[in-house]
C-alpha cells in the first residue's frame, strides 16, 4: 500500500467539487482511460473580472489522482486565470502534504488540466510533450525517458553523470542496473548511427566538393545561425512562461552553446529543459546538432 | 464494528495457529544445527526428516529426497531455470508463458540479454494457452519449459500435466511453479512427468521465508547455491529448522483441508462472484472461470480504477488486491490483463477476491453488501461515466488534447 499523507486520504474521501458543472466556460481534459487516468477540469470563469468563479471535476484514477484534482479545484477557485496559471504541480502536492514520487505524476496531471482549461477559454490550442516512461530511480522520481534524453542530449557514458545530471541513482542505489541498461542501449544507437555515416561518407565524397562541416544543412553559415535564432525564438515563450529565459552564446559546428537564466538557471529540469532545445534545434536544421551549456564553452573549445 | 476481512491470500496467507505452535520449539529448546553429531542437532535432523515426509505427502511425490528446502518460490523458480541452463549448455531455448509471475519473467527476461531465446506462449481472453502452437516449439534445442501451475491474478489453470507429457515425449525438463496451486488442487506427482516444482510456504498458512523445489530422481541438476552439504548439496546454507518444521505441518494440515477448499471455499467464491456480478453493471469476471482454483476470482469493473476501490475497501476493513497500474508502481496496468486482450477500460478496474479455509459466509455477505455501491460512487466521480451508464463512445465524450 502507498503511503499517503492524511491530506490525501481525506481528500480521496471526500473529494470536494467532484462531478460536472453543467454552465462550465473553460474544460481542459487531459490523460485517458488507456492510461489509466484521466481528468476533466470545469471551470466558471467571469467574462469581465476572468475569476474562476466555480470549479468541479471529474477523474478515473487511483486515490492520489482523485486528491489530487479535488486540491486543484480547492487551490484555484477564487483565483484569476493568471493567478491560477501560476499553480505549479509542486503546490498541488504541497497542499496534500506531499506524493509518494510514483504519484507525481497526478499532480502533473492537475497542472495540465488547469492549463488546458485556460487554453480552452482562451481559445488557445494547447499540447504539451507528454511522454512519461517506465519510472528507473524511485528515490527522486525520474523516469527512463528523461533519463535517456539526459543521456542523449549530453553524452553521458557512466551511472556517476546521470546521477550528476538528472539525480537518478543517487538515493538508494537499487536502480544503478536500470541506469546502466539505458547508457548502453543509447551508446550502441549511437554506435549504429555513427557507422551508418562512416558507410554513407563515400558517396558524398564523390560529388567531389570538399563538404564544410556547418553545410550539411545546405544552409550558410549566415542562413543557419538566423535558423537557430528563429528556432530559439519559438521556444522562448514557454520559458518565460515558466519565468525562465536563455541566450544563444555560441555556435562552433555541431555545437551549440546556449545559456539557461532566469527560472531556468539552476532548475533541476535544466538538462530536460537543454534535450528539448536540441530536439527542436535538430528538426530545424535538419542535421545532428549537440545543444551545450555555454559554460562547457571554454572547455570543449580548448 | 469492521472485523477485518482478508480476501489477499494469494498475496499471503495467516500462518495457522497449529503450525506456530509446531515450529515455536526449534527457536528455542530445539535450536541445534542438524548437521552436528550431538543430540541438539539429532533431533532437529528428525523433524526436518519428518517434515520432508509431510510435503513428500501433499505433493505425491515418488522420493521424499526429491524434497529440496529453499528459502521460497523465487528461488526455487531460479534454481529450476539456471539449473536446465547449466547442465544442458548445448540447448539456449527457454519455452514459458506471457502470464507467469514476475519471479519467472524477470528472469527469463535477463536470460534473454545474456543470450538466450526465449518463447513466451500467448494466451486467448481466457487466459488459455494454445498446446498445438506449445507443440510446435518442443524442439531439441528447448532447455527447459516452465508453465505455472495456477494463475495468481486469475486462479486459471494450465494442463501442465498434459504440458509435461509433450514435454518428456520430445526430451525436455519441465517445471512448474505451483506456488498458487499447492494446498488448493489435488497433486500428485508421481503420476506426471513434471520434473520439477516451486512452492512457497506463506501461500499455504506456513511463514515467509520457506519454499520447496521439487526434483524429480534422475533429473540433471545444478546448485544455485554452493557450499555445504545441506540437502544432499543441492541447495548449500544451513536448514531454517523452524520454516521446514511449519511448512511440513502446513502441508500436512493443507491435505486435511483439500476437500474443504474444494467444496465449501469454492461455493462461497462462486457467491461472492455472482452476487457482485448480479449488482453490477459492466463487470465481469476474467480467465477461465470453468477451470480455476476454488479460491480466486477476479473481477473487472469498467470504468473506474482498481486502487480507488482498493482504498475504498480498505476502509471498510476489506482487504483484496488489483492488477491497475497504479497499485504496482509501474504505469501499465497487470502484464496477465494485457496478455489476455482485456480492454484498457476494464483492466485498470481489475480486483483480485483470494479466499482460504478461514473465510467465512458473514465475511462473504460483508463483501458482497459492500462492492456496490463503492463502485457506483467512483463511477460518479468518473468522466467516462453518465447518468446511468458509460457515455457512449467513452474516447470520444472525453477528448483530451493529447493521449
Known amino acids: 500500500m502507498w503511503e499517503y499523507t492524511e491530506k490525501v486520504r481525506e481528500h480521496f474521501f471526500n473529494p470536494r467539487n467532484a462531478g460536472p458543472l453543467e454552465d462550465a466556460n473553460a474544460i481542459g481534459d487531459v490523460g485517458s482511460i488507456k492510461c489509466g487516468d484521466a481528468l476533466r477540469l470545469m471551470l466558471k470563469v467571469n467574462p469581465e473580472t476572468e475569476i474562476i468563479e466555480e470549479a468541479r471535476f471529474q477523474t478515473f484514477g487511483c486515490g492520489s489522482a482523485i486528491a489530487s484534482s479535488s486540491a486543484l479545484t480547492e487551490l484555484i477557485k477564487g483565483k484569476t486565470l493568471d493567478e491560477a496559471l501560476k499553480v505549479s504541480n509542486q503546490d498541488i502536492a504541497d497542499y496534500l502534504d506531499g506524493l509518494p514520487p510514483e504519484k507525481m505524476h497526478c499532480s502533473v496531471m492537475g497542472r495540465e488540466a488547469l492549463q488546458a482549461a485556460v487554453a480552452n477559454y482562451r481559445g488557445e490550442a494547447w499540447s504539451e510533450e507528454h511522454e512519461e516512461g517506465a519510472l528507473v530511480c524511485k528515490c527522486f522520481a525520474i523516469d527512463a525517458t528523461l533519463i535517456e534524453e539526459v543521456v542523449r542530449a549530453n553524452g553521458l557514458s557512466t551511472v556517476e553523470q546521470v546521477t550528476h545530471y538528472t539525480k537518478a541513482g543517487g538515493g538508494c542505489t537499487s536502480c544503478h542496473e536500470g541506469i546502466e541498461e539505458i547508457l548502453a542501449k543509447v551508446c550502441a544507437e549511437k554506435g549504429a548511427a555513427q557507422n551508418a555515416e562512416r558507410q554513407a561518407a563515400p558517396a558524398c565524397a564523390t560529388s567531389a566538393q570538399p563538404v564544410a562541416p556547418t553545410a550539411k544543412s545546405g544552409l550558410t553559415n549566415y542562413q543557419r545561425i538566423r535558423r537557430i535564432e528563429e528556432t530559439l525564438e519559438a521556444i522562448r515563450p514557454q520559458l518565460q512562461r515558466d519565468h525562465g529565459d536563455m541566450e544563444l552564446i555560441e555556435v562552433q559546428g555541431k555545437r551549440i552553446f546556449i545559456k539557461l537564466t532566469g527560472a531556468c538557471s539552476g532548475c533541476m529540469m535544466e538538462h530536460a529543459t537543454m534535450a528539448g532545445i536540441q530536439a527542436k534545434l535538430i528538426e530545424a536544421l535538419g542535421e545532428l546538432v549537440e545543444v551545450l551549456p555555454a559554460h562547457l564553452l571554454d572547455k570543449v573549445s580548448a | 464494528m469492521n472485523v477485518p476481512i482478508y480476501l489477499d491470500n494469494n498475496a499471503t496467507t495467516r500462518v495457522d495457529a497449529r503450525v506456530v505452535e509446531a515450529m515455536l520449539p526449534f527457536f528455542s529448546e530445539h535450536f541445534g544445527n542438524p548437521s552436528s553429531m550431538h543430540a541438539f ?363
Open chain 2, 41 to 403: 542437532g539429532r533431533q532437529v535432523g528428525a523433524a526436518i526428516k519428518k517434515a520432508r515426509q509431510q510435503v513428500q505427502a501433499l505433493l505425491g511425490a515418488a522420493h521424499e529426497s526429491e524434497i529440496v528446502f529453499t528459502s521460497c518460490g523465487t528461488e526455487s523458480d531460479s534454481t529450476a531455470i539456471l539449473s536446465a541452463l547449466k547442465a544442458q549448455p548445448e540447448r539456449r531455448v527457454i519455452i514459458t508463458t506471457a502470464v507467469e509471475h514476475p519471479a519467472i519473467l524477470n528472469l527469463c527476461d535477463w536470460l534473454e540479454k545474456e543470450g538466450y531465446v526465449v518463447h513466451k506462449l500467448p494466451v486467448d481472453r481466457k487466459g488459455r494457452i494454445d498446446l498445438d502452437q506449445y507443440r510446435s516449439l518442443l524442439t531439441p534445442n528447448v532447455a527447459i519449459v516452465s508453465a505455472m501451475w495456477a494463475n495468481n491474478e486469475t486462479g486459471t489453470l494450465f494442463p501442465v500435466e498434459e504440458m509435461a507429457e509433450m514435454a518428456a515425449a520430445a526430451g525436455i525438463m519441465f517445471h512448474t511453479d505451483a506456488v498458487q496451486a499447492v494446498g488448493k488442487i489435488p497433486i500428485d506427482l508421481k503420476k506426471t512427468r513434471i520434473d520439477m516444482l516451486s512452492l512457497s510456504g506463506h501461500k499455504l498458512h506456513a511463514p515467509k521465508g520457506i519454499g520447496v523445489l521439487y526434483l524429480r530422481r534422475g533429473s540433471r541438476f545444478r546448485p544455485l547455491l554452493r557450499g555445504g552439504h545441506q540437502e544432499r548439496g543441492r541447495r548449500a546454507g544451513t536448514e531454517n529448522a523452524p520454516g521446514i518444521v511449519a511448512l511440513g505441518r502446513a502441508c500436512e494440515l493443507a491435505m486435511e483441508a483439500l476437500e474443504h477448499e474444494n467444496t465449501v471455499v469454492k461455493r462461497l467464491r462462486d457467491k461472492l462472484e455472482r452476487g457482485i456480478l448480479a449488482r453490477v453493471p459492466h463487470a465481469f469476471a476474467t480467465g477461465d472461470t470453468l477451470y480455476r482454483l476454488p479460491n480466486t476470482s477476479n473481477i473487472a469493473f469498467e470504468y473506474v480504477e482498481g486502487e480507488a476501490i482498493l482504498l475504498m475497501l480498505n476502509k471498510l476493513g476489506i482487504a483484496a488486491s488489483s492488477g491497475s497500474a497504479c497499485t504496482s508502481g509501474s504505469l501499465e496496468p497487470s502484464h496477465v490483463m494485457r496478455a489476455m486482450g482485456i480492454p484498457y477500460t476494464a483492466a485498470h478496474g481489475t480486483i483480485r477476491f483470494s479466499l482460504s479455509r478461514e473465510t467465512t459466509e458473514e465475511e462473504i455477505d460483508r463483501v458482497i453488501a459492500a462492492v456496490p455501491p463503492i463502485v457506483a460512487q467512483l463511477r460518479k466521480l468518473s468522466p467516462y461515466w453518465g447518468e446511468n451508464g458509460p457515455r457512449e463512445n467513452p474516447e470520444q465524450a472525453f477528448a483530451p488534447t493529447y493521449a
